[in-house]
């Protein structure tokens, strides 16, 4: 891909079914999934993307046969029934956060030593509270280079399991990749939830694949305590000797990649239909149509398709992201053009991801002409008359280069600098952008 890209603003209202490729979240959480359970596996609308792809490789590292068909989006798993074959691996994860988080607790399964790294940002990424409930359920986790950050070495004897105490308000991917290997421990897994859980959709997200991917899952989680003079928010008690099955699963359209296709009619006017991902979703992030709802649009919610239909006229929201915090810069790139302020709340936690997703905003929507407040947890964005015409540096983040090429439909001269980092997640989403113009 090129050095950079310029977006052309479109005249007139969208009228656009795009087809989203299969959400991240879903398909590595699937791997892993048909990896432990016992039997092949075959995984359908799978996303094909840098991070899918480190997550299969990982596997594969590991003895566990995944082979994968991007023409026909899917994968094959030969799961080995919650066993790691290999007694030894080093595992490279690029800048993969689910895909490290994951693989981090997978591989205390095994009997043997894993090391498990990234780029170097992925080792700014802090993974201590994870390693911190490992080494309370037995098993031995470090940090390489004693940052709390990867690489990370974990030398495993089986999960023997007992009881861990996990802040919530780090990331949700511990507690998923906690919750994941749980049942197959040697006496149950209870983990206990230190404050609030941030991100909480992406847990529901991940019991309930749990619970397709097992016949009889036992999860009991348990409400608000005072343990020990601290508030624990919740308390999940996994009891063992539970298995997987393997199975045809497939894969539902990514909601994060979706908000920028719906946050484009919001903000240009028309009609954008994404199928295939309709009201009873897996995943939290279709909850940002109702912000655009709030915003002034209208949305139709189908058992097939979500349609979001707007006039190009937005007002701006005061609303609490927490739980759907990687539609934040979606938000951002569209609240410029609103007509009051937007303030976006609870959302600390994204300053520890691919960039500082606070700061990079507030960097590039000031260089823009916008006024914005940086605040520890969130931001406040001030309605412009007019933005300035620059280059949008995208930090190698990803969401950095696909929510700004959204404000380019509507403000001429914003040029996204490497546009190739979208292939983090998707590798074509400058040609699916495409379909907006038609």
């Given amino acids: 891909m090129t050095d950079s890209i310029e977006i052309q603003p479109i005249k007139g209202p969208i009228d656009a079914t795009i087809a989203v490729p299969g959400s991240k979240s879903i398909t590595n959480r699937a791997l892993l999934l048909a990896a432990l359970a016992g039997g092949s596996s075959r995984l359908e609308h799978a996303l094909f993307s840098d991070d899918t792809r480190y997550m299969a490789e990982a596997l594969n590292n590991l003895g566990i046969s995944v082979r994968g068909d991007e023409e026909a989006a899917s994968y094959e798993v030969a799961g080995k029934g919650g066993e790691i074959p290999a007694a030894a691996a080093d595992l490279f994860l690029g800048n993969a956060g689910t895909a490290t988080r994951f693989m981090t607790a997978a591989v205390s399964l095994g009997h043997g030593e894993y090391r498990i790294d990234g780029v170097a940002r992925m080792r700014q990424r802090p993974i201590s509270d994870l390693l911190n409930a490992l080494r309370q359920l037995g098993v031995d986790a470090r940090s390489e280079l004693g940052t709390g950050c990867p690489p990370v070495v974990i030398r495993a004897n089986g999960l023997k399991g007992g009881k861990a105490r996990l802040r919530g308000d780090a990331s949700s991917q511990y507690l998923s990749a906690l919750l994941i290997i749980a049942p197959l421990s040697r006496h149950g897994v209870e983990i206990e939830i230190a404050g609030p859980l941030v991100s909480r959709p992406y847990v529901d997200l991940t019991l309930r694949m749990m619970e397709q991917w097992s016949s009889h899952l036992k999860v009991k989680k348990v409400g608000t305590s005072l343990v020990e003079g601290e508030e624990i928010s919740c308390r999940f008690e996994v ?6 099955h393997s199975m045809a699963y497939s894969i539902e359209p990514d909601a994060s990649t979706a908000s920028y296709f719906f946050a484009a009619a919001a903000l240009v006017g028309g ?30 919610r189908a058992d097939d398709y979500t349609e979001v239909r707007g006039s190009g006229k937005l ?40 960039t500082d997703r606070l700061h990079a905003l507030a960097v590039e929507l000031s260089r823009l002409g916008v006024e914005v407040e940086e605040r520890a947890d969130g931001l406040t964005i001030l309605p412009a008359a007019a933005l300035n015409a620059c280059e949008i540096e995208t930090y190698d983040d990803h969401r950095m280069a696909m929510s700004f090429a959204v404000t380019g439909l509507r403000a001429p001269g914003i040029v996204i600098r490497n546009p190739g980092c979208v292939a983090k997640t998707v590798p ?3 040609t699916r952008f495409r379909a907006l113009y038609r």
């Fill in 239 to 244: 009891p063992d000797a539970q298995a997987y």
């Fill in 271 to 300: 009609r954008v239909r994404v199928p295939d991902l309709g009201r009873g979703a897996l995943q939290g992030d279709l909850k940002f149509v109702d912000v655009l709802e709030r915003m002034g649009c209208e949305v139709e």
């Fill in 315 to 354: 007002h701006g929201v005061d609303v609490d992201m927490n739980a759907i915090s990687d539609t934040v810069m979606t938000l951002a790139a569209i609240a410029p053009f609103a007509d009051s302020p937007t303030i976006i709340r609870n959302v600390g936690n994204i300053r520890l991801k691919e």
């Fill in 428 to 430: 074509d989403y400058f």
